[in-house]
């Protein structure tokens, strides 16, 4: 079996060119609206090493209808293992939250329903995420990019969920201590791209240095966190 770099949460539909990652590179496609889904679902059919989701973020949810998002996981739910970009938001769009929550709740009686994964975005609303995925009984969950309490953190860990290892730790504290205090069997690493963050340009190739930071902290080889992040993938989409 080949290890590969994971890149668990990535904007595949703004990236460029897929191809150049095909062998270093296994790149979880996030969707922010139905027409990116559609786009990410067909990015999966000519690469084989992009892994497509499909989803409504919760900073778009308002342009759409609950009935739209009950379409979209009707016609391209079964052609996917993976819900993403969704969540909710009450850092960035706290006047969408209701909205957000309505349309978010299919989102994870989807997933409960048919073992799919949720790729999740919470900021701001860490606690009431955890709350609903794991009240809600859902298996694979995957918490992008987290900044939220350490404390809560632990309990998100504690049932088996997936915390995402984002470049950011190299210019935001936050997120690096979160890093050193999770243990790496419940770390994924991502890269968030194509997002430009306090001047830094997030690409795949930063999951490189993220590898390398977790070897340091976690006293292990490169290759070996290398290994371990590819059997956290291999066992959340299994």
């Known amino acids: 079996m080949k290890i590969m770099f994971i890149d668990m949460h990535v904007h595949c539909t703004e990236l460029g060119d897929l191809g150049k990652y095909r062998d270093k ?8 609206d139905i027409d990116s889904s559609y786009t990410t679902l067909k990015l999966s059919e000519k690469y084989d090493h992009v ?13 759409f209808t609950v009935k739209s998002a009950k379409d ?25 939250y209701n909205k957000q929550f309505e349309v978010f709740k299919l989102f994870v009686e989807y997933a409960r329903e048919h073992d799919a994964v949720l790729n999740l975005h919470a900021a701001g609303a860490w606690s009431e995420v955890f709350q609903i995925v794991y009240s809600g009984d859902v298996n694979k969950v995957y918490f992008h990019w987290y900044t939220g309490p350490l404390g809560l953190a632990d ?3 504690s049932v088996g969920y997936f915390i995402g290892a984002n470049p950011a ?7 690096r ?45 490169p290759a070996r966190v290398e290994e371990i992040i590819y059997s956290n993938f291999v066992k959340l989409f299994k």
């Open 177 to 221: 201590a979160v890093l050193d205090r999770v243990n790496l069997d419940n770390i994924i690493t991502e890269s968030d791209a194509p997002y430009y963050y306090r001047g830094l340009n997030m690409t795949p190739e930063l999951i490189e240095k993220t590898v390398a930071y977790l070897s340091g902290k976690k006293r292990l080889e």
């Open 155 to 157: 309990q998100i860990t």
């Open 25 to 32: 590179y296994i790149l979880v496609c996030v969707s922010d």
């Open 51 to 63: 892994k497509p989701c499909i989803g409504i973020h919760p900073w778009v949810v308002h342009e």
């Open 169 to 175: 730790f190299l210019v935001q504290e936050k997120h």
């Open 72 to 96: 979209l996981l009707e016609k391209l739910g079964n052609k996917v293992q993976c819900l993403g970009e969704v969540g909710l938001d009450k850092k960035f769009k706290p006047e969408t």
